[in-house]
């Protein structure tokens, strides 16, 4: 079950300029009824003010209320300053949306976007992008924003900000391997077949402490050397080497053929480990 805060509850409850405008001078139409999420907003712009705008959305009540709070937002804004709005702004206008409803606000911004460049007859860099996730029609240059935006660190979280991955599943390889060249992972991505399972955060850390604990130090150990958990951001895993390991030729090799090895086989195969003295 979602918490939702008053002001979601609110716009959802009691959307704002809901409808449509006549001869609108931009128009964004964005998601699609198939995907289960679509939002058309409509901008009436007099001098490069927005003097009105109304919206219609297909889809769940963050949907609704992320809609209905952006029309209020651009109200009165002058095109330029509309353009700087950003999902954040838009889940920070509601008092904050469930993590997993994020893309409601990315959708928000989206139909902003698309509205502001046909107001000003221009095309979409995302337009040119190429499809990544059949099942919600999202493109590699979506993916790669959302990532660089805010900072996500998952395929769990580019679901929630993309809703890709959220359906058959069929795209995750290829969500990783945006994921890690977003990240500036060069190496060579290995095909996963087994598809990730879902763990919450403290299971994850727990998890991998675990195995550290367990499988890999006892291993560094009887060469005299150590390994540290420092962080865990997302699915990538941030250790320090001690002891010997600091000294040794092969460090890098040690973290990514045994250490990530291990912890992909025996906690989740997503997970990418990076060496947090580099
Ligand atoms: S292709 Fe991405 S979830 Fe189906």
Known sequence: MWEYTELVQEHFLHPRNVGEIENPSGMGDVGSLACGDAL???????????????????G???????SSALTEMIKGLHIDEAAKITNQDIADFLGGLPKEKMHCSV??????EAAIADYRGTVLPTAEGEIVCECFGVTDLEIIRAIKESNLRSIEEITNFTK?????????????????ATAGETFEIKA???????????????????????????GLRKDGGDIELIDVDGDFV????????????????TLKQYVEKKLRELVLDTLIVEDANS
């Open 164 to 180: 890709a991955g959220g359906g058959c599943g069929k795209c995750e390889e290829k969500l990783r391997d945006i994921l890690r």
């Open 60 to 66: 769940c009540a963050s949907a609704i209320a992320s």
């Open 238 to 253: 941030m250790v320090s080497l001690r002891g010997a390991c600091t000294s040794c030729a092969k460090s890098q090799t």
């Open 107 to 112: 959708m928000g911004r989206e139909a902003l």
């Open 192 to 218: 996963i077949a087994q598809k990730p399972q879902r763990m919450t955060a403290l299971q994850k850390i727990k998890k991998i402490e675990e195995v550290l604990e367990r499988e890999i130090k006892p």
């Open 40 to 58: 058309k907003l409509t901008l009436k712009v007099e001098n490069d003010i927005i003097v009105d705008a109304k919206f219609k959305t297909f």
